[in-house]
């Protein structure tokens, strides 16, 4: 027998006014029914989104940049690793906001800090370059 799922969000402070259990009927849609805040496509969505494989996009993004027949040359570690690096890339606007995105914690311990130079030789392991991954 499968549970339910219960999902609880914060709709404001002034439907929880006591501490009877009257205060939860104000919540309900009618008498008898039970509590429903999001409806069912809603709760579909997220359901898909917390259980979709990790890698699903992200290969499918490196397999637009490099080709099937170099991603499966790469490791799966390494593949996973720059899907990440590729995706903090295409949310960024320039090298070095990626560069410190993705290297902000080591930089701390460099003497100098040359993230968009760290960045770019990192990309160009796997032979791609700034504008090839901001496309």
Known sequence: ?????????IL???????????RWERWRRAAGSR????NEEEVERLRTAWLAPASGDGDQAL???LGAEKLEEIDLFDRMQLANGVKVCRECRTLSEAGRALFGS???LKKTANDADRLRKYLARFGLSWDQVKV
């Open 1 to 9: 027998m499968a549970k339910d799922i219960v999902v609880i969000g």
């Open 12 to 22: 404001g402070s002034n439907m929880d006014s006591g501490e009877r259990p009257e």
């Open 35 to 38: 509590l429903r805040l999001l």
């Open 63 to 65: 397999e637009e940049l």
């Open 106 to 108: 080591s930089r701390e």
